[in-house]
């Protein structure tokens, strides 16, 4: 069985989010990028299939994200967690690409790989314009589930559990290629060192595919970014630990909460 | 501009909160942008849940399934959007808006906008306010006007009531879908608490850093007459059950006090909590969002915090 895991970096939340002057797009290129949490999510649930082993064959790992810049130890780090190959798909790409072109530009690489098995993030914290789960099943129309977890292959078929609100879950059986976004991995996504990646950088590869920039189909005239202005705020407590529960305490009294 | 869609969940035969509100958006919309509203639900009971949702007209698509099946729904929900060619499609930004949204986006060439918080009229224009980059930005984007799929944040706006007047209902035979066979439905094992029912919830987050600092909310909680309960974090790495989840997949809560320690308020976990009747938070990080819906909060360690607390509680010093 192939598995594709779809990876892609996006904007480091622990820091500032700066906007360019004309206030409709972040200044991409004074930012810090890290791998979409909810990606690596992905790769683990793939890495963790890999090693439970496939019933009928192995599970192949193939990580693969587009070549936006600044991407090559992201694919590395999956190679020296256990992937089996990292593809970079080149092109006249940015940081400016919206989800729908990075969905085309998926969709059309993956027709002609013969996967079994796509995984990517449920989201990322910058898909305005889509998941890439439902957009690239879309293109593709290939079946798909979002907010997914709980994958395994068992008789060469993949078995999946999606979540429902309320702690409903509902478990599925995939007849073909299908696409999961998936929500979490069952278990944490695992640690590298950074020797371990600067070893594969020296004795691996990364494959390189040209592909074309596709139409920004679904265009999305954003008129403004801006930080949300909250009607309402905590009014917040100083002071040390103790100042703090006491004040907590006070606040119980006087709404008679608590025992 | 075509008619607008509304995509409709319901459970035990009454339509969801999230729905309702779906609903109010549209015949709100309908007025302003003179498009009639057609809603769609699925399952044996779509037919009674749309009979009074003030839609023009509804499409109850039945047939095939006895639970959601996404590939079934996605095709129905096609053929719908293929018949009527709405200007806009309202979904909910649940697992099913997600499933459908963007696929059913890619599929019949429609614009998709996702984390929709706002969506009005002004001057003219249909604009929708989005909440991105984990609640730090909002975007205001201009809504196509060649058509576009919405998924909302539930909780956006007020729900509306049911409509007096009959909303006239057609069938649909679900399409044949294959690829994805539903193989159980999984429902959360009785035995734990119940954390809807609880009048007091101290809720931990990423912060508590260690399976072992649980034991601080726990005394925490038993000082307070409360449960603990956490958000998505904390199931993720096993060291709660599912049962305890506050937020989008986990459960919506209303106490009389939510004590929220280490959570810095994803939209997903604030969908869950924010209507609690007292919300104070505790985090490090003077800018988390958990602040624009807590009534109290501070920036000390809740590693401290909670043992500190609990004595007070305990000692009345």
Redesign the interface.
């Known amino acids: 069985m192939r598995a594709a895991v779809l990876l892609k970096d996006v904007?480091d939340?622990v820091e500032d989010?700066e906007l360019e002057e004309s206030g409709q797009a972040l200044a991409v290129d004074v930012l810090s990028y890290v791998p979409s949490e909810w990606d690596d999510q992905a790769l683990e649930e793939a890495l963790l299939l890999k090693e439970d082993g496939g019933g009928t064959g192995p599970v192949e790992v193939h990580a693969i994200a587009i070549d936006t810049g600044d991407i090559d130890a992201m694919l590395f780090s999956a190679l020296a967690k256990g992937a089996d190959s990292a593809t970079k798909l080149t092109g006249d790409f940015d940081r400016g690409l919206t989800?729908?072109q990075r969905?085309r530009i998926l969709a059309t690489y993956l027709e002609g790989q013969a996967f079994d098995l796509v995984l990517t993030g449920?989201?990322a914290?910058?898909?305005?314009?889509?998941?890439?789960?439902?957009?690239?099943?879309?293109?593709l129309?290939?079946?798909?589930?979002?907010?997914v977890r709980d994958v395994a292959v068992e008789d060469g078929q993949v078995?999946f559990?999606?979540?429902?609100?309320?702690?409903?879950?509902?478990?599925?059986?995939?007849?073909?290629p299908?696409v999961l976004?998936i929500?979490?991995a069952r278990k944490?996504p695992r640690y590298v060192p950074i020797a371990r990646i600067r070893q594969i950088q020296r004795t691996s590869s990364l494959s390189e595919v040209s592909m074309e920039r596709p139409e920004d189909?679904?265009?999305?005239?954003?008129?403004?970014?801006?930080?949300?202005e909250?009607s309402?705020?905590?009014?917040?407590?100083?002071?040390?630990?103790?100042a703090?529960?006491?004040?907590?305490?006070a606040?119980?009294a006087e709404?008679q909460?608590?025992? | 501009m075509g008619p607008i869609v509304t995509v409709l969940e319901h459970q035990g035969g009454e339509l969801t909160q999230a729905s309702r509100e779906l609903l109010a958006k549209a015949r709100e919309l309908s007025d302003a942008l003179a498009a009639p509203v057609t809603a769609v639900a699925f399952g044996p009971e779509a037919a009674a849940c749309l009979a009074h949702c003030g839609a023009a007209d509804g499409v109850a698509v039945t047939g095939g399934f006895d639970t959601y099946v996404p590939t079934v729904w996605e095709a129905s929900l096609r053929a719908v959007v293929d018949e009527l060619k709405p200007g806009l499609v309202l979904c909910a930004n649940t697992t099913l808006g997600m499933d459908l949204g963007a696929s059913l986006a890619a599929q019949a060439d429609l614009a998709m906008i996702a984390y929709v918080c706002g969506l009005d009229v002004n001057e003219g224009k249909l604009q929708a306010v989005c909440q991105v980059y984990a609640g730090k930005l909002m975007a205001e984007v201009d809504v196509p006007t060649t058509g576009a799929v919405l998924t909302v944040l539930p909780g956006s706006w007020p729900a509306g009531s049911e409509s007096q007047a009959e909303t006239p209902v057609r069938p649909l035979s679900a399409a044949a879908a294959p690829g994805l066979e539903p193989t159980r439905l999984i429902t959360p094992e009785a035995g734990d608490v119940d954390i809807t029912r609880a009048d007091i919830l101290v809720s931990v987050g990423r912060g508590i850093e260690d399976p072992d600092n649980l034991e601080l909310a726990e005394a925490l909680a038993a000082a307070l007459g409360g449960v603990v309960s956490c958000s998505r974090p904390v199931v993720d790495a096993g060291w709660l059950p599912r049962t305890r989840q506050v937020g989008k997949s986990g459960q919506t809560v209303k106490p009389k006090l939510y004590l929220a320690l280490g959570i810095s308020g994803a939209p997903e976990h604030l969908q869950g909590m924010k209507d609690s009747e007292l919300i104070v938070a505790i985090n490090s990080d003077p800018g988390a969002p958990i602040f624009d819906v807590a009534h109290y909060g501070a920036t000390v360690d809740i590693l401290e915090l909670m043992p500190a607390l609990t004595e007070q509680l305990e000692g009345g010093g």
């Open positions: 904007p939340l989010l989800s729908r969905a449920v989201q914290v910058d898909d305005l314009d889509g998941q890439i789960a439902g957009l690239l099943a879309g293109y129309h290939w079946p798909h589930a979002s907010v078995r559990v999606q979540e429902y609100a309320g702690g409903v879950m509902g478990e599925f059986r995939a007849d073909g299908v976004g929500q979490a944490p189909a679904g265009h999305l005239a954003v008129r403004r970014l801006y930080r949300p909250s309402s705020h905590a009014a917040m407590w100083d002071g040390d630990v103790d703090v529960a006491a004040a907590i305490r606040l119980l709404k909460l608590g025992n």
